[in-house]
T-cell receptor, first 113, second 111 residues
Framework: NAGVTQTPKFQVLKTGQSMTLQCAQD?????MYWYRQDPGMGLRLIYY???????DKGEVPNGYNVSRLNKREFSLRLESAAPSQTSVYFC????????????FGQGTRLTVV | ELKVEQNPLFLSMQEGKNYTIYCNYS?????LYWYRQDPGKSLESLFV?????AVKQEGRLMASLDTKARLSTLHITAAVHDLSATYFC???????????FGTGTSLTVIP
């Protein structure tokens, strides 16, 4: 059982380039999330999708867009990367009901130069 | 704006000692989660606390939740080196299924 799978695991971008981070879950979860992790700041919510067909902004949405492609997949797009977006990005999913524990992918380490 | 604060941010403790990590949050929530993260790795779920007064224990770790005080604690008993990691608490906002994380507590257990 793969759980939450993120691709790529590592990426280096030049300032101004665009890219899409992919996330897929095979747990039939309703809700999915994108976080960024920076030293000393914990995890900050970028965007989330409470259910298929809906997306909402989290704490730090500026510079990002998301697409909930279907129930399994939730992608994060950087249209014009900036050095301030250098971070580790985590995707997570949860059932949306019951205990609702978020389960995390392995992360994408992104460097913008 | 929801704030989730953990303290201490850094903790160095000797093997065999006890200590407590605190997680305070600024808004009403009856669900709280604790995670562990090893360097360069993802987050691993440790505990889910679903109501006021909830207590969960696994090995040398015990977590509790006081929703009235908006406080959760993670107590470490007789620490061992394998517990060295960063520990995060996260609060469930409920509506919209948003989860907000504390800044983490980096724990180092030294012989």
């Amino acid at each position: 059982n793969a759980g939450v799978t993120q691709t790529p695991k590592f990426q280096v971008l030049k300032t101004g380039q665009s890219m899409t981070l992919q996330c897929a879950q095979d747990m039939n979860h309703n809700s999915m999330y994108w976080y960024r992790q920076d030293p000393g700041m914990g995890l900050r919510l970028i965007y989330y999708s409470a259910s298929e067909g809906t997306t909402d902004k989290g704490e730090v949405p500026n510079g990002y867009n998301v697409s909930r492609l279907n129930k399994r997949e939730f992608s994060l797009r950087l249209e014009s990367a900036a050095p301030s977006q250098t971070s580790v990005y985590f995707c997570a999913s949860s059932t949306g009901t019951g205990a609702r524990t978020p389960f995390f992918g392995q992360g994408t380490r992104l460097t913008v130069v | 704006e929801l704030k989730v604060e953990q303290n201490p941010l850094f903790l160095s403790m000797q093997e065999g000692k006890n200590y407590t990590i605190y997680c305070n949050y600024s808004t009403t929530s009856d669900r709280l989660y604790w995670y562990r993260q090893d360097p360069g790795k993802s987050l691993e779920s440790l505990f889910v606390l679903l109501s006021n007064g909830a207590v969960k224990q696994e090995g040398r770790l015990m977590a509790s939740l006081d929703t009235k005080a908006r406080l959760s604690t993670l107590h470490i008993t007789a620490a061992v080196h394998d517990l060295s990691a960063t520990y995060f608490c996260a609060v469930d906002m409920g509506a919209g299924n948003q989860f907000y994380f504390g800044t983490g507590t980096s724990l180092t257990v030294i012989p």
